[in-house]
């Protein structure tokens, strides 16, 4: 029980003072609960665990087969409650702050081929048995192709956003940061010809006494807009219309291809780092493998030892 509470006022104060992403909450809360039923398995609770405790604990999620990955989130979420736990005064120490993680793998994200995204916004046009749902689902490709927006982002878009028919949208991402994002000209046709049939259902709608949606994709939903789940599966449907593996495409891979087509074709790392919303340019530098070819052929043609 006591656990249990530490663990709800570290969220709450995340939540508060840092402005944490409801999903980041909820992944804190299920490692945190993991943490402490091990620990009370052993007798022991976030007030009494030691050093050793913890790095039993890490060890035991190794024996597991976790990735390194999930054992790196669950020490910081370990440590950053711990933090917490200091500035509260129910510890006078951080047991886990000298604890080495294990680290993360450095995969290469994977990404869709131009032809792969013309496919995916081909199928876009044509997959629906209405035409409000084809062009709902062209308007969503577009703009997430356009501006690699996160998924919630792109769901959760305020219709306000793109009222007049912007060149550039603004964008609440993680934590409440607000960025700029370039809509394409192919983008912006898109979003014109939703927000007509958008607006003539909300009409009616409110002609029945329904509320007016402050979304760009409303929803009957508890939400009020779409939710990442439905655009994850209408996704993998657009993957199978496409000829492409439904394996392979996510709406993540879709932002993974914005960002890897602008470098291709000599886009800023750091404008791309703005773009993504990312805080630390680090996170965006995992794109820059797709430059390697491109500074092989500006080495060999520019270099004068390249030249024969």
């Not at 840092?18 to 945190?32: H, S």
């Not at 060890?59 to 917490?84: D, K, M, N, V, W």
Request: hydrophobic share 45%; charged share 25%; with cysteine.
């Amino acid at each position: 029980m006591r656990d249990a509470a530490h663990i709800s006022a570290f969220l709450e104060a995340q939540a508060a003072e840092l402005g944490a992403a409801n999903n980041t909450l909820l992944a804190y809360g299920r490692d945190l609960k993991d943490v402490a039923g091990w620990l009370g398995a052993r007798a022991r609770d976030f007030e009494t665990a030691s050093r050793g405790d913890i790095e039993d604990y890490l060890i035991h999620c190794e024996a597991q087969g976790l990735a390194r990955s999930t054992r790196a989130r669950r020490l910081s979420a370990i440590r950053q409650l711990y933090r917490f736990a200091f500035e509260e005064g129910w510890r006078e120490d951080n047991p886990a702050i000298q604890i080495a993680g294990p680290g993360k793998d450095k995969r290469l994200p994977k990404t869709l081929t131009i032809d792969d995204v013309e496919r995916l916004l081909q199928a876009a046009g044509s997959l629906g048995k209405t035409r409000q749902e084809r062009v709902r689902a062209t308007c969503l490709m577009q703009v997430l192709y356009a501006t690699g927006l996160r998924v919630t982002e792109l769901v959760s878009l305020p219709v306000a956003a793109v009222r007049g028919d912007p060149q550039l949208i603004l964008v609440r991402g993680k934590g409440g940061k607000e960025r700029m994002v370039p809509l394409s000209a192919p983008a912006r046709v898109a979003v014109i010809d939703w927000l007509e049939i958008r607006d003539a259902a909300e009409d009616l709608a409110q002609k029945k006494g329904k509320a007016p949606s402050p979304f760009l994709f409303p929803s009957r939903g508890k939400a009020g807009h779409l939710t990442r789940h439905w655009f994850f599966n209408l996704i993998k449907a657009l993957a199978v219309d496409a000829g492409l593996n439904p394996a392979d495409v996510t709406p993540h891979t879709l932002r993974h291809a914005f960002a890897t087509h602008l470098l291709q074709n000599g886009a800023d790392l750091r404008a791309i780092q703005t773009l993504l919303g990312h805080a630390d340019v680090a996170t965006t530098e995992i794109y820059t493998h797709v430059l390697e070819d491109r500074l092989r052929e500006l080495v060999l043609e520019h270099h004068p030892l390249a030249r024969e």
